[in-house]
C-alpha cells in the first residue's frame, strides 16, 4: 500500500514515524482543547443536499447561510493564508474554503485557529466545520469555515488516493480502509442494503410473514451441505449452524402460517471460491397451495422489481455482458438443455452404465457417487451447460435422485417439480413444488442416509420431527430459494462474492514475527 508522500507502508519503519508524528499533534489538540476525539458534533446538512439545494449559486457568489458539517478529510491544499480541503461524508464530499482572516474573527480565542488547523490536521482526520456557502471561480460548492472542531484523530495515514487499495487481499481483511478510499465499494453494498430493503418490503407487502428459525441445530437439513459443527455445554448437546431454513419454515406452514419467508445468514463448512463463501444470505419463501410454476412467476417478478429499484431498469451490464431481467425468462428442462449442448438424449439410456460410456465417448468426467443416470444427467448439465446460461433461465424438472426435498413430477416419472434459475452461469434460486407425503419423503431421506454412509459428506439426515410434523399435513406449497450475495453480484457487476460480502471469511493474517527471515 502507498501512502501519500509515495512511501510503502509497512508495520515498522515509515508507518510507526508516521504514526508517531499523528500522536504528537493529538496531544498537541488536546492541549488546545481540541479533543482529539469529541463527544458529538451536529451536522445540519449532509455534503449531498447541499450540493442539489445550492445548485443555483453562481460562481464566484457566496450565501450566507448557516450549515455545519463533518467528515473525513480526504486531501489537503495550503498556500499561504489560504487552504482547500475536501470533506467527505456517506453521501459524498464538499470542498472546505479555509481562509485565516475568517477563521481569525470568527475564532478569537484561538488566535492560531488557522495555523492550528493546517499543521495538526491530516489527510484521515475527522472534523466538523461551522460557516456559510460560497462556490469558487471555478464552480465549486465550498463551505467558508468560521468555526472546526477535531472530531477523531487518525493515526493511520490513508492509502495513496491515486492508488488507492490496490491490494485485493487487504481490500478484504481491512474493508473500513476500501470503503473510505473506493466509492465504488460504499455503492456496492448500499445497492446490497437497498436490494434486502425492496426484497423485504415487496414480500411484506404480499402478505409474506418473516419468521426467525434457530441458527443452532440438532438436525441439519433442508441442503446438500456439510455443516459446521458446535457443543452447547449446559446441554451437553452436539449442535450444527443450519445450512438452510427450509424444514423449519415448513414447519410454520404445517402450523397455519401460509405464506413466510426469512432472509438471514447461512452456514455451509464446504469450499471458498468466486462463488461461495462459508458464511452468506439467503431468503427463502414458502406459499401454500402454490407449486413450481408459481414460484417461477413469484422469482421473475421480484428479481425484476428489484433490479428495477436497485439499477433504473431491468437491463443490466455484467462483466462484458448486457443481461436482460424483463420477464418472461427463458424455461426448458434439463434434458433439453443437455440434449442441446452434447447430444445426449437422457431418456433413451436403460442404465447407468451405458449412460457413463456415452459420457466418458465424449469426454466427460464420470464420478463413482454418480450412481444413476439421473446423477449422471446433473453431472453432464454441469459439465456442458451451466456456465453457457448467461441470460436468466429456469432450468426445470430435475432427477429425483438429486432432489430429495421436492414432490415427484406430476407426469413425468422418474423426475421431480424444481427448477434452478441460472443468471451469468450461475446457480441464483432453487425451487420446487414441496413434498408433503411423509412416507415418501423418510424414504428420501432414508436413501440419502445411506449415501452418507458410503461417504457423500454432503448427503442429507433424517430428520424424525420434520417427518412428524408432515404426518400431521402439510398444504401443497411452492418454496424457493434466493441467494442474495449471488443476486447482488449481478446488480453490482462483482467478480467476485467477496466483493459484496463486507467481511468475508479469510485466513488470519500473519504477523511480522511469524515471517520467515530473509
Known amino acids: 500500500m502507498l501512502l501519500q508522500d509515495g512511501r510503502q507502508l509497512h508495520r515498522s519503519g515509515p508507518l510507526s514515524e508516521l504514526r508517531e508524528t499523528r500522536l504528537e499533534k493529538a496531544k498537541a489538540l488536546a492541549a488546545l482543547g481540541q479533543g482529539p476525539y469529541a463527544v458529538r458534533f451536529a451536522p445540519s446538512h449532509r455534503h449531498a443536499e447541499l450540493q442539489v439545494a445550492h445548485a443555483d449559486l453562481a460562481n464566484g457568489e457566496e450565501r450566507d447561510v448557516a450549515v455545519a458539517v463533518a467528515g473525513r478529510v480526504m486531501t489537503r491544499r495550503v498556500m499561504g493564508k489560504l487552504a482547500f480541503f475536501t470533506l467527505v461524508d456517506e453521501t459524498g464530499p464538499i470542498q472546505l474554503f479555509l481562509e485565516k ?13 488557522f495555523a492550528h488547523l493546517t499543521s495538526l490536521v491530516d489527510a484521515g482526520d475527522l472534523i466538523g466545520v461551522e460557516g456559510t456557502l460560497r462556490r469558487t471561480d471555478r464552480g465549486e460548492l465550498s463551505v467558508k469555515v ?11 495515514p490513508l492509502p495513496d488516493k491515486w492508488h488507492g487499495l490496490a491490494d485485493v487481499e487487504k481490500r478484504y481483511r481491512q474493508r473500513y480502509l476500501d470503503l473510505i478510499v473506493s466509492p465504488h465499494t460504499r455503492e456496492t453494498f448500499r445497492r446490497r442494503a437497498l436490494a434486502v430493503s425492496v426484497m ?46 427450509e424444514l423449519h419454515l415448513k414447519r410454520l406452514v404445517v402450523g397455519g402460517f401460509e405464506r413466510v419467508y426469512e432472509l438471514g445468514r447461512i452456514f455451509r ?36 422489481q428489484v433490479c428495477q429499484q436497485v439499477c433504473g431498469g431491468t437491463r443490466i451490464p455484467y462483466q462484458g455482458n448486457e443481461i436482460d431481467l424483463t420477464p418472461p425468462w ?34 466427460l468426467a464420470v464420478p463413482a457417487l454418480a450412481d444413476s443416470v439421473g446423477r449422471l ?36 416419472p422418474g423426475l421431480v417439480e424444481r427448477f434452478e434459475l441460472f443468471i451469468v452461469g450461475r446457480e441464483t434460486a432453487n425451487a420446487f413444488s414441496e413434498l408433503i407425503d411423509p412416507v415418501d419423503q423418510r424414504q428420501r431421506l432414508e436413501a440419502q442416509m445411506a449415501r452418507k454412509a458410503a461417504g457423500d459428506d454432503e448427503a442429507q439426515q433424517v430428520d424424525e420431527d420434520f417427518i412428524q410434523a408432515l404426518e400431521v399435513g402439510m398444504p401443497p406449497t411452492g418454496g424457493l430459494g434466493i441467494g442474495i450475495d449471488r443476486l447482488v453480484m449481478l446488480l ?26 530473509a
Open 146 to 156: 468560521r468555526r472546526w472542531q477535531m472530531l477523531s484523530k487518525s493515526l493511520q
Open 330 to 363: 427463458r424455461r426448458a428442462t434439463m434434458h433439453e438443455l443437455v440434449r442441446e449442448a452434447t447430444g445426449l438424449d437422457f431418456t433413451a439410456f436403460a442404465s447407468r452404465d451405458q449412460a457413463a460410456a456415452a459420457m466418458t465417448a465424449l469426454g
Open 377 to 412: 444427467l446433473v453431472e453432464a448439465f454441469e459439465q456442458r451447460v451451466e456456465s453457457h446460461l448467461i441470460q436468466p433461465t429456469f432450468v426445470i424438472d430435475y432427477p429425483v435422485e438429486n432432489s430429495p426435498l421436492a414432490r415427484a413430477h406430476r407426469s413425468k
Open 492 to 517: 453490482t457487476d462483482s467478480a467476485s462474492i467477496r466483493d459484496v460480502i463486507a467481511f468475508p471469511l479469510l485466513r488470519p493474517e500473519a504477523r511480522d514475527s511469524e515471517a520467515p527471515e
Open 200 to 245: 423485504r418490503r415487496w414480500l411484506d407487502e404480499r402478505g409474506f410473514l418473516e419468521i426467525e428459525t434457530p441458527v443452532l441445530q440438532s438436525v441439519p437439513g433442508g441442503a446438500d451441505a456439510r455443516p459446521f459443527e458446535t457443543h452447547h455445554n449446559a446441554l451437553d448437546l452436539p449442535l450444527t449452524l443450519r445450512i438452510a431454513t
Open 101 to 113: 482572516a475568517t477563521l481569525l474573527a470568527s475564532m478569537p480565542e484561538d488566535p492560531e485557529a
Open 269 to 304: 463448512n464446504e469450499g471458498i471460491s468466486t462463488r461461495h463463501n462459508p458464511e452468506f444470505t439467503s431468503v427463502e419463501i414458502y406459499q401454500a397451495y402454490a407449486d413450481y410454476g408459481d414460484m417461477m412467476d413469484l422469482t421473475e417478478q421480484l428479481i425484476a
